[in-house]
């Protein structure tokens, strides 16, 4: 990689972080943001959860094991860039089918490299995270800067309409004890047409699953006759997907169990009256600590979500039907609920799938 090119990560509060690039793209803006996941790069590229973003990685050295075809959750890397500190070159590996750099540049993700990431990220959780850039050149100009001053901002994104699927598709035998359908807003798929994570555990435990895109009205929702409904994960602004959050409310009677994690979680929890945040950075990484409030137990969580319901230990305002069922430890934010009176919930945003 001796042909990299001077580069750097521009923030919009002007704060920019030199780098290299080991290949050629054209400046790139979104929400930066950055993930604690030591190990998983190839897992965390292709969430759609992370459509969008700009990710930092706060390990020091990735592609050391390279890729392959097996460890993805979508069909493509979703997210808009990626930045490193150190990019390894030749991976050691017998699964790697190929280098990291390599993959992205041939989906047209551009990478920055050798950037003083633990800066990076401290001034992300110090400021929050905000919109920014990644750009090849020495240092960034003016074309650029003004270029971030016009690009949206992630609060107002109806990103689960981009990410979702086109059609309905089944998943499990016919002869199932039970039917689940599945709102997708984004949920991890994998290009061999292997099961999702999420998908497979319900199929594991005798479920057939009915995937529906996020449009789908309540009415065909019924017509499927579902023994339960689930809310998937998904990118953006909850409170910008108000189809989604209209038909719930449809569908959120009692008649029907209803349960569902991270966007899925946040857009039941706005149909019900609530409200939420957009949380200062983010909880992205596989460490993140969370309390069951109903047991006192301590879960160390995997979590890629940037809203939260807002509430407390009190309740969700605005959703008196809602109760908090869990909170993160490090912030006291809403991680899990569930309704007082109906079969709805668990609700969560931490992701059972990793």
Same mark, same amino acid.
Request: with cysteine; glycine share 12%.
């Given at each position: 990689?001796?042909?990299?090119?001077?580069?750097?990560?521009?923030?919009?509060?002007?704060?920019?972080?030199?780098?290299?690039?080991?290949?050629?793209?054209?400046?790139?803006?979104?929400?930066?943001?950055?993930?604690?996941?030591?190990?998983?790069?190839?897992?965390?590229?292709?969430?759609?959860?992370?459509?969008?973003?700009?990710?930092?990685?706060?390990?020091?050295?990735?592609?050391?094991?390279?890729?392959?075809?097996?460890?993805?959750?979508?069909?493509?890397?979703?997210?808009?860039?990626?930045?490193?500190?150190?990019?390894?070159?030749? @991976? /050691?590996?017998?699964?790697?089918?190929?280098?990291?750099?390599?993959?992205? *540049? !041939?989906?047209? %993700?551009?990478?920055? &490299? =050798?950037?003083?990431?633990?800066?990076?990220?401290?001034?992300?959780?110090?400021?929050?995270?905000?919109?920014?850039?990644?750009?090849?050149?020495?240092?960034?100009?003016?074309?650029?800067?003004?270029?971030?001053?016009?690009? @949206? /901002?992630?609060?107002?994104?109806?990103?689960?309409?981009?990410?979702?699927? *086109? !059609?309905?598709? %089944?998943?499990?035998? &016919? =002869?199932?004890?039970?039917?689940?359908?599945?709102?997708?807003?984004?949920?991890?798929?994998?290009?061999?047409?292997?099961?999702?994570?999420?998908?497979?555990?319900?199929?594991?435990?005798?479920?057939?699953?009915?995937?529906? @895109?996020?449009?789908?009205?309540?009415?065909?929702?019924?017509?499927?006759?579902?023994?339960?409904?689930?809310?998937?994960?998904?990118?953006?602004?909850?409170?910008?997907?108000?189809?989604?959050?209209?038909?719930?409310?449809?569908?959120?009677?009692?008649?029907?169990?209803?349960?569902?994690?991270?966007?899925?979680?946040?857009?039941?929890?706005?149909?019900?009256?609530?409200?939420?945040?957009?949380?200062?950075?983010?909880?992205?990484?596989?460490?993140?600590?969370?309390?069951?409030?109903?047991?006192?137990?301590?879960?160390?969580?995997?979590?890629?979500?940037?809203?939260?319901?807002?509430?407390?230990?009190?309740?969700?305002?605005?959703?008196?039907?809602?109760?908090?069922?869990?909170?993160?430890?490090?912030?006291?934010?809403?991680?899990?609920?569930?309704?007082?009176?109906?079969?709805?919930?668990?609700?969560?945003?931490?992701?059972?799938?990793?």
């Amino acid at each position: 990689m001796a042909d990299r090119r001077p580069a750097y990560v521009l923030l919009e509060d002007g704060a920019w972080f030199p780098g290299t690039a080991p290949i050629e793209f054209e400046p790139t803006y979104a929400e930066v943001v950055f993930t604690t996941n030591l190990s998983g790069y190839q897992e965390v590229f292709t969430d759609p959860s992370y459509l969008g973003q700009i990710v930092v990685m706060t390990a020091p050295m990735i592609g050391n094991y390279g890729v392959n075809p097996d460890d993805i959750e979508s069909d493509r890397p979703r997210v808009a860039g990626v930045v490193v500190r150190e990019l390894s070159g030749k @991976p /050691s590996n017998w699964r790697a089918t190929g280098t990291l750099s390599d993959w992205l *540049g !041939a989906a047209h %993700v551009p990478i920055v &490299a =050798d950037v003083d990431t633990r800066q990076l990220t401290r001034h992300i959780r110090s400021k929050g995270a905000m919109r920014g850039a990644v750009a090849a050149g020495e240092e960034p100009s003016d074309a650029v800067r003004a270029a971030l001053a016009a690009s @949206p /901002s992630m609060d107002g994104l109806d990103l689960a309409s981009d990410a979702t699927i *086109g !059609a309905e598709y %089944v998943e499990g035998p &016919a =002869d199932a004890r039970r039917h689940i359908v599945a709102y997708d807003y984004g949920m991890k798929r994998n290009i061999l047409g292997m099961k999702r994570n999420i998908l497979r555990l319900f199929v594991r435990n005798g479920c057939r699953v009915t995937v529906v @895109p996020a449009a789908t009205s309540a009415a065909r929702i019924r017509e499927l006759a579902p023994d339960g409904l689930f809310l998937s994960n998904g990118p953006g602004d909850p409170a910008a997907v108000e189809y989604a959050i209209a038909t719930l409310r449809e569908l959120a009677d009692g008649s029907l169990p209803i349960f569902g994690i991270c966007l899925g979680h946040q857009l039941l929890g706005l149909a019900l009256g609530g409200d939420t945040v957009k949380l200062p950075y983010g909880h992205r990484g596989g460490n993140h600590p969370v309390r069951d409030l109903a047991t006192g137990q301590v879960l160390i969580t995997s979590q890629n979500h940037g809203f939260a319901v807002r509430g407390d230990t009190g309740g969700v305002p605005g959703a008196t039907a809602l109760e908090v069922t869990h909170l993160n430890l490090n912030d006291h934010t809403v991680e899990g609920v569930r309704h007082r009176e109906y079969p709805i919930g668990p609700l969560r945003t931490i992701s059972p799938s990793s």
